[in-house]
């Protein structure tokens, strides 16, 4: 019973930068994983990058590029996305893992065009 909801998506330039947030409805201290995925029209969806509380993973294609981070005090997930390329143009869907199943946040578009 953990309620996600994403925000921050947008239209930006190529080049350019955008944070995305998801705020969760319980303290994500005790989550196991929370992750962020996106999924572009016509794809799968794919996984972007994960969070524990020892450490974070990316997909190859944003090392470098995005960072994630969650702010435990304000139950918040955090996607920093730098260098922004239009392949990044996708929906965005926060995830959680508490280790009995998953839960989705409802998504928020990206879109990267000049």
């Known amino acids: 019973q953990v309620q996600l909801v994403e925000s921050g998506g947008g239209l930006v330039q190529p080049g350019g930068s955008l944070r995305l947030s998801c705020a969760a409805s319980?303290?994500?201290?005790?989550?196991?994983?929370m992750g962020w995925y996106r999924q572009a029209p016509g794809k799968e969806r794919e996984l972007v990058a994960t969070i524990t509380s020892v450490g974070r993973n990316y997909a190859e294609f944003v090392k470098g590029r995005f960072t994630i981070g969650r702010d435990v005090a304000k139950n918040t997930l955090y996607l920093q996305m730098n260098s922004l390329k239009p392949e990044d143009t996708a929906v965005y869907y926060c995830?959680?893992?508490?280790?009995?199943?998953?839960?989705w946040g409802q998504g928020t578009q990206v879109t990267v065009s000049s």
């Open positions: 995830n959680a893992y508490d280790a009995i199943q998953h839960y």
């Open positions: 319980k303290s994500i201290f005790s989550i196991n994983v």
